[in-house]
T-cell receptor, first 114, second 110 residues
Framework: SQTIHQWPATLVQPVGSPLSLECTVEGTSNPNLYWYRQAAGRGLQLLFY??????ISSEVPQNLSASRPQDRQFILSSKKLLLSDSGFYLCAWSGSGLTIYEQYFGPGTRLTVT | EDQVTQSPEALRLQEGESSSLNCSYT??????LFWYRQDPGKGPEFLFTLYSAGEEKEKERLKATLTKKESFLHITAPKPEDSATYLC???????????FGTGTRLKVLA
């Protein structure tokens, strides 16, 4: 069966500090990978998605970046955090290609920028 | 532009009081509509996929239906453990992206 991991679970960082959130998927190959941010009481905002190693599509211009160094690894980064980067970050995977697959989500990372 | 609207934003039910949640969508070529349940502080949990108008899916006290413009999540005789936020999402043809609604926060009182 497939599982998706995210770490850390919670993170408190000062403004201006760097960020690295990691997501890994087990039990599948060549998945589509996604990063979302969810503000309190709000829906899911798509930040990045990747359909293959090294292939990143950005949905929202901001100070965040994403990388996919391995098939089942997706990393969200920032060089300098802003207060507005606080939120609940979710990684998700779906089957490869454009086939209609449901997405499966990780447990999330709660980021608080102080 | 693809869009998903969920209503109501919040719903309080007594245990056993059946109701429905609505998900209205505007997409160019719907390929799939998805329902998720999200508990506080956790990632969304997949519930159902609906592909075409007229389709229905059931799981325990939940039943999802789909028309050409909207989907309903019917909750029959809910229990307090059904309390959660329910999210709806759509995927249109030719895209890797999923568009999510803002969710319905359901509270079932004992």
């Amino acid at each position: 069966s497939q599982t998706i991991h995210q770490w850390p679970a919670t993170l408190v960082q000062p403004v201006g500090s760097p960020l690295s959130l990691e997501c890994t998927v087990e039990g599948t190959s060549n998945p589509n990978l996604y990063w979302y941010r969810q503000a309190a009481g709000r829906g899911l905002q798509l930040l990045f998605y990747s359909v293959g190693i090294g292939q990143i599509s950005s949905e929202v211009p901001q100070n965040l970046s994403a990388s996919r160094p391995q098939d089942r690894q997706f990393i969200l980064s920032s060089k300098k955090l802003l207060l507005s980067d606080s939120g609940f970050y979710l990684c998700a995977w779906s089957g490869s290609g454009l086939t209609i697959y449901e997405q499966y989500f990780g447990p999330g990372t709660r980021l608080t920028v102080t | 532009e693809d869009q998903v609207t969920q209503s109501p934003e919040a719903l309080r039910l007594q245990e056993g009081e059946s109701s429905s949640l609505n998900c209205s969508y505007t997409v160019s070529g719907l390929r799939g509509l998805f329902w998720y349940r999200q508990d506080p502080g956790k990632g969304p949990e997949f519930l159902f996929t609906l592909y075409s108008a007229g389709e229905e899916k059931e799981k325990e006290r939940l039943k999802a239906t789909l028309t050409k413009k909207e989907s309903f999540l019917h909750i029959t005789a809910p229990k307090p453990e059904d309390s959660a936020t329910y999210l709806c999402a759509v995927k249109s043809s030719g895209t890797y992206k999923y568009i999510f609604g803002t969710g319905t926060r359901l509270k079932v009182l004992a």
